[in-house]
């Protein structure tokens, strides 16, 4: 018999005075423990009570509200603000917006990453602000003695129609810190139409700040007596230093330390390297430019982008390591439908480097057993843990600052800088700011993983799909993949480089098999913008593409053919899981990009061809075409991109929301036009962007982007729009030169940049 009481951890609001006047008011959480005693009987005490948000308005009728999440140009610093404005009913031009540092027990939730700010924030940010709008009211009506129902409130101020009184929330603030606040949990919300900010475009709230060059970003920290730091580690991940001239380097102008850290194998931690702390910078890069080091040896040195293509080719023709998914007969319906066309390809994504704009620098300052960080992580906390694991720190020595990141991409989700400038920051006892150079970002990167799809597809004499067969070969650990599955197991993928069981078209084929075989990496890995999606669609996109043309359809009714079938019922995921694909939402998505973009109604010049593709992730629903131009030479030019997306009811921000889009969009044609990193003796061979090319100016093409309004809740941004874009740019240049583009980068396939 289970005797556990599930018991949900309540939210509720406190209210304070300030000093010198004003109402401090914050949403607390009760803990998980004290909730049950609760129930039990047991009593409470205000220091079982945290705070998880603030907002703070003073007498002159300034507001402060406080971003909790970190702010890596995917604008959650003015978007979950607003959230929380609009349903206080807040005058946005008096209202400041102040980053939160990192703080677990105040803030819940603390990260950028997975597109997930808006579903996660969505009702506790409109809560924060109905609940503090709820205790000005109740500071008016009792002021005025009047009944809260005949008060309204626009602007931050409360208004009483009938006697024609005003009061600003300034003016009401001392009498709010003496307020019992509302229940969180049955709080009144506004309705839709009440909104005066959300689903207006509001500039972001750094704008100013970034573009006048004010100090802002992780790399602008500066300190009193602060100095800088490099850090040289292995061309070959993880391997250790033998030896290096470190009497020599010390010798060099300015530099105040060098010192061999040993560091461990974790890929994610503290590697081995060698560090040099200088006065400037520029004293440690030139110091650092006659550093000799020997390297021991490392199993990683024998991989290389050739043997991994060698070693899935081989993989392709054995029994997979294990079947993800399988639906009704597949070897039946490629061989009993004597009718059938069938199709098979081999697609192949390389590894790629985020390259965010502004490289990997953390500063540090540990003394008296206390460590300070200054630090642009999307993922704060596991960062702190680390550094806690690594240097034999208790949480509560660390202090973190969460600064503004020049980009991120999901590189910051991985905290080994931060690790780094910790351990020398305490090895030298001065702050000391760590900045890796673009060689250092490139090359020691976790980088997208390459992955090769095997497939295989039939369409019947009617021209209807009737069976798919992919088998994946990508990286991981091969024994724990060649093993019976274990249940409630993840699969042994490397970090990203998986594929899931309900990845589209699955569940809308009758015959349908996924399989997977790994090969064994010592490359670091991790998330890429829509990490997974980015590579998946456009191998499957691309495929679907394929057989359209062998059943002499269409590509965009084709696939509209698809989403009509009835899908097979979908397995169930985990309790608190995001919900699953809806065939209609994407549907929607697809006929309103055919309807925008003119597909199949505009006559195009010769040369000249459109591509189309969808994709599912991150909660949004996104269908993508793309008119592209291809010159005689290979040269390719992307006339125009049009976008259709469905994230839901509301748009919190749409300034912002188009500029993600275009923004994803234009990532993925520049990551398909050139980018690659391959790897040669366990090295990175590419080192900087004459390598590894990032989109020019020139070569931006129109982005027209539209939203589909749905009844769902609202969700992310800043991953769903990119996956759909290199599809449909490879099936536009099919249009027009009848060739298929199975592997990427375009730059190794015949064509180039216009």
């Known amino acids: 018999m289970d005797t556990k009481t599930p018991v949900d951890r309540r939210q509720f609001l406190r209210v304070s005075a300030l000093a010198g006047g004003g109402v401090l008011l914050a949403t607390y959480i009760e803990p998980v423990a004290n909730a049950s005693a609760r129930l039990a009987g047991a009593p409470k005490t205000a220091a079982d009570f945290q705070p998880n948000a603030f907002i703070r308005i003073t007498p002159d009728g300034s507001i402060t509200i406080i971003a909790k999440n970190p702010e890596v140009g995917q604008g959650v610093k003015t978007m979950l603000p607003m959230i929380i404005a609009d349903e206080l009913d807040a005058d946005w031009s008096k209202v400041k917006v102040e980053q939160a540092p990192l703080d677990t027990v105040k803030f819940q939730r603390q990260f950028a990453g997975g597109s997930t700010a808006t579903p996660v924030n969505w009702m506790p940010m409109r809560k924060v602000g109905a609940a503090a ?32 009184r005003k009061a600003s929330y300034g003016e009401l603030s001392a009498k709010a810190a003496t307020i019992t606040p509302p229940d ?8 839709p139409k009440q909104f005066t900010l959300i689903g207006k475009g509001m500039p972001g709230v750094d704008n100013h700040r970034i573009v006048t060059g004010k100090p802002l970003f992780g790399i602008d920290v500066t300190m009193p007596g602060m100095r800088y730091a490099v ?56 110091a650092r430019a006659k550093l000799k080091v020997t390297w021991e040896e490392h199993p990683t040195s024998s991989q290389s982008s050739a043997s991994f293509d060698a070693q899935a080719a081989e993989l392709s023709k054995k029994t997979p390591m294990r079947s993800l998914r399988k639906d009704g007969d597949v070897d039946a319906a490629f061989n009993g439908n004597s009718g059938a066309k069938v199709v098979e390809a081999r697609y192949f994504y390389p590894f790629i480097s985020h390259a965010p704009l502004e490289p990997q620098n953390c500063t540090a300052h540990f003394k008296d057993g206390k460590l300070e ?3 642009q992580s999307q993922l704060p906390e596991p960062g702190r843990a680390l550094v806690m694991q690594t240097l034999g720190l208790k949480d509560t020595d660390i202090t973190i600052h969460m600064v503004r990141g020049g980009g991120g991409f999901g590189r910051r989700l991985n905290n080994d800088y931060m690790v780094e400038a910790a351990w020398i920051a305490k090895e030298v006892g001065v702050p000391v700011k760590l900045l890796w150079t673009r060689e250092d970002d490139m090359q020691h990167d976790f980088y997208r993983p390459a992955g090769y799809h095997y497939l295989k597809g039939a369409v019947d004499s009617s021209g209807k799909l009737v069976a798919w067969r992919n ?15 274990q249940p409630n197991t993840p699969l042994p993928f490397a970090s990203s480089a998986g594929i899931g069981a309900t990845e589209f078209p699955a569940r809308f084929i009758p015959n349908f098999a996924l399989d997977a075989s790994v090969m064994a990496l010592g490359v670091p890995t991790g998330a890429l913008r829509a990490p997974g999606s980015n590579g998946i669609a456009f191998a499957t996109q691309s495929f679907i593409d394929e057989l359209a043309a062998a ?38 998505v697809l006929e309103l990009v055919r309807d925008k ?21 991150h909660r949004g629903y996104f269908a993508e075409v793309v008119q592209a131009t291809i010159a005689k030479d290979g040269a390719v030019k992307v006339d125009k991109v049009w976008v259709a997306g469905d994230v839901g009811s509301q748009i919190i921000n749409p300034l912002n929301a188009e500029n993600q889009v275009q923004g994803a969009v234009l ?40 939203f589909k309004i749905t009844d769902n809740p609202p969700t992310g941004l800043g991953e769903p729009a990119l996956p759909p874009v290199v599809p449909a740019l490879c099936s536009a240049i099919y249009a027009v030169t009848g060739k298929r583009v199975r592997s990427l980068p375009l730059s190794k396939q015949d064509l180039k940049w216009a």
């Open 133 to 164: 709008r709820a205790v000005l009211v109740t500071a008016a009506a009792q002021t005025w003695n009047v009944p809260e129902s005949e008060l309204t409130t626009s602007a931050s101020t409360v208004i009483h129609q009938a006697s024609n």
């Open 184 to 191: 969180m949990e049955t709080v009144k919300l506004k309705d």
């Open 231 to 286: 850090f040289e580690k292995a061309p070959v991940f993880a391997a250790k230093v033998k030896s290096a001239n470190l009497d020599e380097i010390k010798k060099e102008p300015g530099v105040k330390h060098a010192f061999v850290v040993d560091g461990g194998q974790q890929l994610q931690g503290l590697l081995g390297g060698v560090a040099i702390v200088a006065d400037t910078w520029w004293a440690a890069k030139s």
């Open 373 to 375: 960080i200054w630090s």
């Open 471 to 485: 088998h994946f070969v990508s990286f991981g650990d091969p024994e724990r993949m060649a093993a019976p599955a």
């Open 551 to 588: 059943a002499g359809k269409d590509p965009l009714q084709f696939r509209l053919d698809i989403l009509s079938n009835t899908p097979i019922s979908q397995d169930p995921g985990p309790a608190g899981a995001p919900p699953g694909f809806e065939a209609a939402r994407m549907s929607g």
């Open 597 to 617: 973009s003119g597909w199949g109604k505009t006559a195009l010049p010769k040369g000249t061809g459109m591509g189309v593709a969808f994709h599912f992730s």
């Open 667 to 706: 990532d993925g044609i520049g990551e398909a036009l050139g980018q690659e990193i391959t790897i040669e003796n366990g090295q990175t061979t590419q080192s900087n962007f004459n390598a590894f090319p990032l989109l020019r100016l020139r070569q931006v093409p129109p982005v027209e982007v539209h």
